[in-house]
Every structure is written in structure tokens, then in C-alpha cells.
Nanobody, 122 residues
Framework: QLQASGGGLVQAGGSLRLSCAASGHIFYVMGWFRQAPGKEREFVAAISWGGGAPVYTDSVKGRFTISRDGAKNTVYLQMNSLKPEDTAVYYC???????????????????WGQGTQVTVSS
């Protein structure tokens, strides 16, 4: 139900845009998580169609922007000023179809995309 794309290899300071298209339902809360080797999956950003500002983890504030296209049921993550520590597999995720409150915990998300690798070289 979730198809992510847009990862790749980029030099530090560069940019990438991730996309994630959802199918089957309209999901109010769509978000991005990432997991680096040997580390736990961590929250990156999320946005709700139910209103309110997007939420970001502190380490990406000012560099990443999450947005969505409601007509396409697609969420985007524009990543600028990338750093080597941003290297990870990035996953898009959505909460249940009737939930409009953003959560930063992975277990609150019901559906996950397959992950896309982002590698930032120094």
C-alpha cells in the first residue's frame, strides 16, 4: 500500500527528495522514519491532513521539509544540506485511516513502505 522512492547517493551538502504514494485508503497522518546500521528506527518527520504544523525531529529541523499532495495521497520529504549522519534507510509510514493525530513512535504507525536507501558521503 505504500511505495517509496527517491533515495540515492549524494555528497554532503546536497539534496534529495523522497516520495511515498499510498493506495487503498486516505491516510490522515503520513510520516518518515529512518534506520541506520546498528541503530533503532527513529522518527524523522510527519504531517497530518487533519491540520496543525508538521513535526520534525530536532536533528533535521531547518534542513528537511515534509509535504503532501492530498489528491495523490502522496507524501514527500525534501532533504537539503544533507550530512553523513543522515545516512540510513528511510521508511514512509502511515497511521490508521481514521487517525489524525501525529505520533513520533514507530509502533503507532500501522503501514510501512519498503524503505529507500539514502547515503551521504563526506
Amino acid at each position: 500500500q505504500l511505495q517509496a522512492s527517491g533515495g540515492g547517493l549524494v555528497q554532503a551538502g546536497g539534496s534529495l527528495r523522497l516520495s511515498c504514494a499510498a493506495s487503498g485508503h486516505i491516510f490522515y497522518v503520513m510520516g518518515w522514519f529512518r534506520q541506520a546500521p546498528g541503530k533503532e528506527r527513529e522518527f524523522v518527520a510527519a504531517i497530518s491532513w487533519g491540520g496543525g504544523a508538521p513535526v520534525y525531529t530536532d536533528s533535521v529541523k531547518g534542513r528537511f521539509t515534509i509535504s503532501r499532495d492530498g489528491a495523490k495521497n502522496t507524501v514527500y520529504l525534501q532533504m537539503n544540506s544533507l550530512k553523513p549522519e543522515d545516512t540510513a534507510v528511510y521508511y514512509c509510514a502511515v497511521r490508521g485511516p481514521s487517525i489524525s493525530v501525529i505520533s513520533t513512535t514507530p509502533r503507532s504507525y500501522n503501514y510501512w513502505g519498503q524503505g529507500t536507501q539514502v547515503t551521504v558521503s563526506s
